[in-house]
T-cell receptor, first 114, second 114 residues
Framework: EAGVAQSPRYKIIEKRQSVAFWCNPISGHATLYWYQQILGQGPKLLIQFQNNGVVDDSQLPKDRFSAERLKGVDSTLKIQPAKLEDSAVYLC????????????FGPGTRLTVT | SQELEQSPQSLIVQEGKNLTINCTSSKTLYGLYWYKQKYGEGLIFLMMLQKGGEEKSHEKITAKLDEKKQQSSLHITASQPSHAGIYLCGADIHTNTGFQKLVFGTGTRLLVSP
């Protein structure tokens, strides 16, 4: 079974630029999560999708971050414009149907904003 | 909001030595999860604890949830270089959406020296 795929693995941008991350969850997984992990901290949930609907985006900075999950499969997370404090690893995870301990994590995208 | 604090923040042990990582919650824990993260990789689920006093083991790793359900410990016996990584505890948060949500601790970075 293929795992959660993410791209790119690394990205370096200047502040005020835009960036987009892509996630392909495990086939058949209805729930998709995006986490932000700042260096030295645990992951923080940004947004959770159930199929193509948003379940929780309470910690997503909506003035600059946006996410979508077209057709309930792949998802894209965008930052526009980026700030220095957005430097972090962005993790995507998926689960069959929202079961917490059955989350499978992708390798993450490491973003550096200079 | 629930907060999880882990101690120590980092740990260097000699191969073969035992070690313990603690996770303390600001509120009662209803579900506590332990994950391991290697550099450049996503999180790998280790164990789930739900009942006060519960103890689970997998290979040389044992996790316990204390009776009052506000603290968990992760114990590694006879550490090996393969145990190196970041250990994260996560708490199950029930939201008004009906979906579960994970809040993570600050993480403990473990290095095992030969």
């Amino acid at each position: 079974e293929a795992g959660v795929a993410q791209s790119p693995r690394y990205k370096i941008i200047e502040k005020r630029q835009s960036v987009a991350f892509w996630c392909n969850p495990i086939s058949g997984h209805a729930t998709l999560y995006w986490y932000q992990q700042i260096l030295g901290q645990g992951p923080k949930l940004l947004i959770q999708f159930q199929n193509n609907g948003v379940v929780d985006d309470s910690q997503l900075p909506k003035d600059r971050f946006s996410a979508e999950r077209l057709k309930g499969v792949d998802s894209t997370l965008k930052i526009q414009p980026a700030k220095l404090e957005d430097s972090a690893v962005y993790l995507c995870a998926s689960s069959l149907d929202g079961v917490i301990y059955e989350q499978y994590f992708g390798p993450g995208t490491r973003l550096t904003v200079t | 909001s629930q907060e999880l604090e882990q101690s120590p923040q980092s740990l260097i042990v000699q191969e073969g030595k035992n070690l313990t990582i603690n996770c303390t919650s600001s509120k009662t824990l209803y579900g506590l999860y332990w994950y391991k993260q290697k550099y450049g990789e996503g999180l790998i689920f280790l164990m789930m604890l739900q009942k006060g006093g519960e103890e689970k083991s997998h290979e040389k790793i044992t996790a316990k949830l204390d009776e009052k359900k506000q603290q968990s410990s992760l114990h590694i016996t006879a550490s090996q270089p393969s145990h190196a990584g970041i250990y994260l505890c996560g708490a199950d948060i029930h939201t008004n959406t009906g979906f579960q949500k994970l809040v993570f601790g600050t993480g403990t970075r473990l290095l095992v020296s030969p």
